[in-house]
């Protein structure tokens, strides 16, 4: 049970006087918001935040850590840092943080990208103080306990190997970028099943990763309605004190330098289902240097998966799709800081239905780089590359991780209506030469599953 003395003040305030909070519906609307889906940006005490003040009684807040499994210089270890958040600090033990999170009616959240380790949290309004002292805590005050390592966060690391090891969509997608990257961002988001974490894993390991990840030239703090000049006051006297170098006797963090696409083929055995990724060079994220607006026009084109319920959609491969039943197919843009892949995700339990979707997905690629493409179906695509633009950078976490990706990397915000009007300028002939350009490099085909009847990428036309 909280020790009701030891809350914060406004807490207690609230505990023991319910009528001073305001009715939920209300909270936080006496002040008028702006409204804007751009953020705005600042950096106080050498931190870096932006806020997009949106009109309602919540808030959501976020940490964005430039500490993803692309920067650790070992396996696992971005995976542990996220799996610590939350947990014993200096200051509070996790059982009192939670009680409180409890009190607040507020929910928290960490996960991990191939760029970022995020930690944050849902919350009211008002409450604003309280969340961003608790997310200063964990950056600056986790206590990294052998205990917690050995019950808790490593047997989270294992299942999450488990998970990884029957999906195989997962392992192919892994594979991809393993092959098209090599390393940095090339490591897997999750460890792959056969590593031996335990031998590269430890709570001191984690808590020497967090010195570096933990910085306050590698984080941001970004909110989804708040005000900014509250978020700039709160963030300068809570993350004040964060270290700005690394701790004496660490390296800087790995993967810092500049991707480097390559290519090639793996093919992996596997007994439960199968899946094939077809992946090519794609775009960096709208705050990198190499953001190309037609990638994602291309990624529409190619599509698979139907938008429209009972139809297969204009897309390319939305009839292959919708042929074949439990066939899966998915064109996807994966935007990085300075690169990107866009890759065509092929699975189902047959394997004949899958080599048949990828001979399509490659035959249809090299028709759009010989320039067979309609007006009207580069029309319907640019205008779905578009919606899919606003409705992913729109949606919350999405964009507070984007946005403190680009902060810390760039020291950009990720601003939705300058993605969306690039976009809705782009050319037939950009993305024709789009495709034609992606056949010119090496392929990153990826195959799982029954390797005796699917296809090696060369009997597909592809090079690799």
Same mark, same amino acid.
């Given at each position: 049970?909280?020790?009701?003395?030891?809350?914060?003040?406004?807490?207690?305030?609230?505990?023991?006087?319910?009528?001073?909070?305001?009715?939920?519906?209300?909270?936080?609307?006496?002040?008028?918001?702006?409204?804007? #889906?751009?953020?705005?940006?600042?950096?106080?005490?050498?931190?870096?935040?932006?806020?997009?003040?949106?009109?309602?009684?919540?808030?959501?807040?976020?940490?964005?850590?430039?500490?993803?499994?692309?920067?650790?210089?070992?396996?696992?270890?971005?995976?542990?840092?996220?799996?610590?958040? #939350?947990?014993?600090?200096?200051?509070?033990?996790?059982?009192?943080?939670?009680?409180?999170?409890?009190?607040?009616?507020?929910?928290?959240?960490?996960?991990?990208?191939?760029?970022?380790?995020?930690?944050?949290?849902?919350?009211?309004?008002?409450?604003?103080?309280?969340?961003?002292?608790?997310?200063?805590?964990?950056?600056?005050?986790?206590?990294?306990?052998?205990?917690?390592?050995?019950?808790?966060?490593?047997?989270?690391?294992?299942?999450?190997?488990?998970?990884?090891?029957?999906?195989?969509?997962?392992?192919?997608?892994?594979?991809?970028?393993?092959?098209?990257?090599?390393?940095?961002?090339?490591?897997?988001?999750?460890?792959?099943?056969?590593?031996?974490?335990?031998?590269?894993?430890?709570?001191?390991?984690?808590?020497?990763?967090?010195?570096?990840?933990?910085?306050?030239?590698?984080?941001?703090?970004?909110?989804?309605?708040?005000?900014?000049?509250?978020?700039?006051?709160?963030?300068?006297?809570?993350?004040?004190?964060?270290?700005?170098?690394?701790?004496?006797?660490?390296?800087?963090?790995?993967?810092?330098?500049?991707?480097?696409?390559?290519?090639?083929?793996?093919?992996?055995?596997?007994?439960?289902?199968?899946?094939?990724?077809?992946?090519?060079?794609?775009?960096?994220?709208?705050?990198?240097?190499?953001?190309?607006?037609?990638?994602?026009?291309?990624?529409?084109?190619?599509?698979?998966?139907?938008?429209?319920?009972?139809?297969?959609?204009?897309?390319?491969?939305?009839?292959?799709?919708?042929?074949?039943?439990?066939?899966?197919?998915?064109?996807?843009?994966?935007?990085?800081?300075?690169?990107?892949?866009?890759?065509?995700?092929?699975?189902?339990?047959?394997?004949?239905?899958?080599?048949?979707?990828?001979?399509?997905?490659?035959?249809?690629?090299?028709?759009?780089?010989?320039?067979?493409?309609?007006?009207?179906? #580069?029309?319907?695509?640019?205008?779905?590359?578009?919606?899919?633009?606003?409705?992913?950078?729109?949606?919350?976490?999405?964009?507070?991780?984007?946005?403190?990706?680009?902060?810390?990397?760039?020291?950009?915000?990720?601003?939705?209506?300058?993605?969306?009007?690039?976009?809705?300028?782009?050319?037939?002939?950009?993305?024709?030469?789009?495709?034609?350009?992606?056949?010119?490099?090496?392929?990153?085909?990826?195959?799982?599953?029954?390797?005796?009847?699917?296809?090696?990428?060369?009997?597909?036309?592809?090079?690799?």
């Amino acid at each position: 049970m909280v020790v009701r003395a030891r809350l914060p003040r406004h807490a207690i305030n609230l505990v023991q006087h319910p009528s001073l909070r305001a009715p939920a519906c209300r909270r936080g609307l006496a002040a008028p918001a702006s409204g804007s #889906f751009q953020y705005q940006t600042g950096e106080v005490e050498g931190v870096k935040y932006a806020s997009r003040d949106l009109a309602g009684p919540t808030t959501t807040l976020a940490l964005v850590a430039k500490a993803g499994s692309r920067y650790q210089p070992m396996p696992g270890l971005a995976e542990g840092l996220e799996k610590y958040a #939350f947990r014993n600090t200096d200051k509070r033990s996790a059982l009192r943080l939670h009680r409180e999170v409890e009190l607040f009616g507020a929910s928290l959240f960490s996960y991990h990208t191939r760029e970022s380790v995020v930690i944050g949290a849902k919350f009211f309004r008002d409450d604003l103080p309280y969340f961003v002292e608790a997310l200063g805590e964990v950056a600056t005050q986790t206590k990294y306990l052998d205990y917690e390592f050995d019950e808790l966060v490593l047997p989270q690391i294992h299942i999450a190997q488990h998970h990884q090891l029957q999906n195989p969509t997962e392992l192919a997608l892994a594979s991809a970028h393993s092959l098209a990257f090599h390393r940095g961002l090339g490591e897997p988001v999750n460890p792959i099943p056969s590593t031996p974490v335990e031998k590269y894993l430890s709570s001191d390991a984690i808590g020497a990763y967090s010195t570096l990840a933990y910085r306050k030239p590698n984080v941001a703090v970004v909110a989804n309605g708040a005000d900014l000049s509250e978020v700039r006051r709160w963030v300068g006297e809570y993350f004040g004190s964060m270290r700005m170098d690394p701790a004496p006797g660490l390296h800087p963090l790995e993967g810092d330098e500049q991707a480097k696409y390559y290519g090639g083929e793996e093919r992996i055995a596997h007994s439960s289902s199968n899946a094939m990724v077809i992946a090519f060079p794609g775009s960096s994220s709208l705050t990198g240097g190499f953001y190309r607006p037609e990638i994602a026009v291309l990624a529409a084109l190619l599509g698979g998966r139907s938008a429209i319920k009972w139809s297969p959609g204009f897309s390319l491969l939305g009839q292959d799709a919708a042929t074949h039943s439990k066939l899966n197919i998915e064109t996807k843009s994966a935007i990085y800081s300075d690169a990107g892949l866009l890759h065509i995700n092929i699975s189902g339990p047959s394997a004949t239905a899958v080599t048949d979707a990828a001979a399509s997905a490659a035959t249809k690629l090299k028709d759009l780089a010989a320039g067979k493409l309609s007006s009207e179906l #580069f029309n319907k695509a640019r205008a779905r590359a578009r919606f899919q633009e606003l409705e992913y950078g729109q949606a919350v976490l999405a964009g507070l991780e984007l946005t403190g990706a680009g902060l810390v990397r760039s020291n950009q915000a990720y601003q939705l209506d300058e993605s969306a009007d690039r976009i809705e300028k782009v050319t037939e002939k950009q993305v024709k030469d789009a495709a034609k350009g992606m056949l010119e490099f090496k392929a990153s085909v990826s195959t799982v599953g029954d390797l005796w009847q699917l296809p090696y990428a060369e009997e597909l036309g592809l090079k690799v």
